[in-house]
RNA sequence: GGACCGGUAGUUCAGUUCUGGUUAGAACGCCGCCCUGUCACGGCGGAGGUCGCGGGUUCGAGCCCCGUCCGGUCCGCCA
């Protein structure tokens, strides 16, 4: 079957055709019933003419959404009555055989453009949902996204290798989803959340060059961008560099909007992981957004304001200040000083710019009175402050600072409208600490536990908080798009890394073991990437969530509304499993 | 685990949050009748509600209070 079987092409007029698809809407007029049908993104109209008086009667019956079948003769559309808003919309087909392939009934929402309807009750009928012509162009990009990666990185020589989706829980990372084994009792595999060991395998097993669209699985909350699976674009490569793989990753991202979108995507700047902290305040900052964080720890070393002096001569706090260049309400300063409490921050000191040439009444704010004219003075200066201006500042805990004026950053461009929606800004986060900290003290990695680290082994064990790995990771527009690493290659590199993160001998033989094992038969030099597929998708559909272009997606509750999964199972089912439920359900 | 917003007809929403009071409204959809050139067709008529659920306060609750479920945004979490 001709799936262009609408375009004009094959609606030469006086030509007969047979058309199928669902009606999408129907116009009966008593006399004249017309059909607007549809199959994949055409539609085309039918028309049928009471003297067809066997149809007529049949066609008088049609709903929405029915399937049907109608052949007749391509004629022209009289004079005046053409519809310059359809493709097809100077012909028509005359009906004089119809038939019905299947009813629907009423939906339960209605899909024309002009309706609204809630996202709850668009997932339990997906299916219908998937119907609009909206959701239709995403999937049908997110398939041109997906082809597009294929053919480019098979051009390049990669070759595409599947990896299980049963296996080994992991220690370190997300929580596992867990899949009960029945033959080895008491045992489990689990879901990957990666296919990171497998793919660096791979490279053991002599594949210098390796990708995978790849399905991954997190047992993590949902957000707007992050689902419980969700697809990975995972590539791999031997004997490479990181410039090698970020080379060939900025190429991949900018054929995908050159064949997708037609948008020519300028080469992506660099800036460390330090840079991006203290500029945006977060490690995937949006470019797009004009204001940056500016440190005024100097202006403050000596203040009489304990609030700014204190965090100004503390190695490990932060005081900054960000300027907007807009007219804001008390009642504003309060809802935002309200969200960055959302990220620990005890208050939001802000200064209103009146009139700068006088520093006394022209700057309104609680704390003017506490700040000397010489640090106003300097504060103007440095950031070059105007009449009309609002300054907000953020004192104390380094982290708290970051994460709270990183997010009033966003927050602020976005509520007073300064990011240009149509614009692309790609970059590259390079040079991440190797470990982060826990509230507890404890090293975590910051990228993963297989990343080679810049810095010496000595280093790495005597100040860890000060090593550098060779990570990188892609950030488009205020979102993670990928990120990767240079891998460890050598067992007792590896070993070191684990101790280091207080995984002890006898735990990471157990957990893995095969893995170290494998370093010592000869493991290439290695480093590789992986892109979150739905995000990107998400980005060139213009969507503000993954599951606008997931077909099949999970709640924010981990729920499907169509299947109704998870859902509880028999206890005969249970037992097969050798599983025993300690929930106890609340009557 | 936590914060905030929402849940009223099939759908999208209104219902004077502080200030509870006869019969809970609108639009679209649906059903019936009419209509020969519409394309968000049109006209006339009609049906349709456990106000998410449970409890409480009150003479009286869609509205107030407590709990709970569902959807969303965020914090925590996401090597």
């Not at 004629?75 to 019905?100: D, F, H, Q, W, Y």
């Not at 000397?372 to 003075?377: A, I, Q, R, T, W």
């Not at 030099?525 to 213009?542: C, E, Q, S, Y």
Request: hydrophobic letters at 40%.
């Amino acid at each position: 079957m001709n799936s262009k079987i609408f375009n004009l092409s094959n609606l030469d007029e006086g030509k007969t055709v047979t058309v199928y698809g669902w009606v999408e809407k129907v116009r009966d007029h008593g006399g004249v019933i017309f059909l607007d049908l549809r199959k994949d993104l055409e539609i085309i109209q039918v028309v049928i003419e009471p003297s067809e008086k066997e149809i007529f009667s049949v066609a008088e019956n049609i709903k929405n959404e029915f399937v049907i079948e109608v052949s007749g003769l391509v004629r022209k559309r009289p004079k005046g009555t053409e519809n310059i808003k359809m493709s097809t919309g100077e012909v028509e087909v005359c009906a004089n055989k119809l038939n019905i392939f299947s009813k629907s009934k009423p939906l339960p929402f209605q899909l024309d453009e002009y309706s609204n309807a809630g996202e709850e009750i668009r997932l339990k009928y997906r299916y219908l949902d998937l119907r609009r012509p909206e959701m239709h162009e995403n999937l049908i990009m997110r398939s041109e996204v997906s082809n597009s990666v294929r053919n480019f990185l098979v051009n390049k020589g990669f070759i595409d290798i599947d990896t299980p989706m049963m296996t080994k829980a992991t220690p370190e990372g997300a929580r596992d989803f867990l899949i009960p084994s029945r033959v080895n009792k008491g045992k489990f595999y689990a879901l990957p959340q990666s296919p990171q060991l497998f793919k660096q395998l791979l490279m053991v097993s002599g594949f210098s060059k390796y990708f995978q669209i790849a399905k991954c699985f997190r047992d993590e909350d949902t957000r707007k961008d992050r689902q419980p699976e969700f697809t990975q674009i995972d590539i791999e490569m031997s004997f490479t560099s990181c410039e090698e793989i970020m080379n060939i990753s900025e190429n991949l991202i900018i054929e995908l909007f050159k064949n997708i979108l037609n948008v020519d995507l300028k080469r992506f700047p660099k800036i460390t992981h330090k840079e991006s902290m203290e500029k945006y305040g977060t490690d995937k900052p949006d470019l797009r957004n004009p204001i940056i964080l500016h440190d005024v720890k100097d202006l403050f070393l000596d203040s009489d304001f304990k609030v700014f002096k204190d965090p100004a001569n503390d190695k490990k706090s932060k005081l900054v200040a960000m300027k907007l260049k807009k007219d804001i309400s008390r009642g504003q300063i309060d809802e935002y000083t309200k969200y960055v409490g959302n990220f620990g921050a005890k208050g939001l000191a802000y200064i209103k710019v009146n009139d700068v040439s006088d520093l006394k009444k022209g700057l309104q704010s609680p704390i003017v009175k506490f700040l000397s004219e010489k640090e106003l003075e300097s504060l103007v200066k440095k950031l070059d402050l105007k009449n009309g201006e609002v300054v907000f500042f953020g004192a104390g805990n380094k982290k708290i600072v970051f994460d709270s004026m990183g997010a009033l950053r966003q927050k602020l461009a976005e509520d007073f409208d300064l990011i240009d929606k149509t614009s692309w800004k790609p970059l590259w986060i390079t040079d991440f600490p190797m470990f982060d900290e826990t509230l507890e003290g404890a090293l975590t990695p910051s990228h993963h536990p297989f990343t080679k680290s810049l810095s010496t082994l000595d280093l790495l064990e005597k100040s860890p908080h000060q090593a550098i790995s060779e990570a990188y990771d892609l950030v488009l527009n205020g979102f993670e798009l990928g990120g990767g690493s240079m891998r460890i290659h050598d067992a007792e590199e590896q070993r070191k890394i684990f101790s280091i993160l207080g995984i002890s001998d006898e735990e990471a033989k157990q957990k893995f073991g095969f893995f170290l094992e494998a370093l010592e038969y000869g493991c290439p030099p290695h480093g590789g990437i992986a892109f979150g597929l739905d995000r990107i998708v998400m980005l060139m559909a213009n969507e503000d969530s993954i599951r606008d272009v997931i077909a099949f997606p999970k709640t924010q509750s981990a729920l499907c509304l169509m299947t109704e999964a998870p859902d509880k199972i028999s206890n005969a089912e249970l037992e097969d499993l050798s599983i025993k439920s300690t929930f106890e359900e609340i009557e």
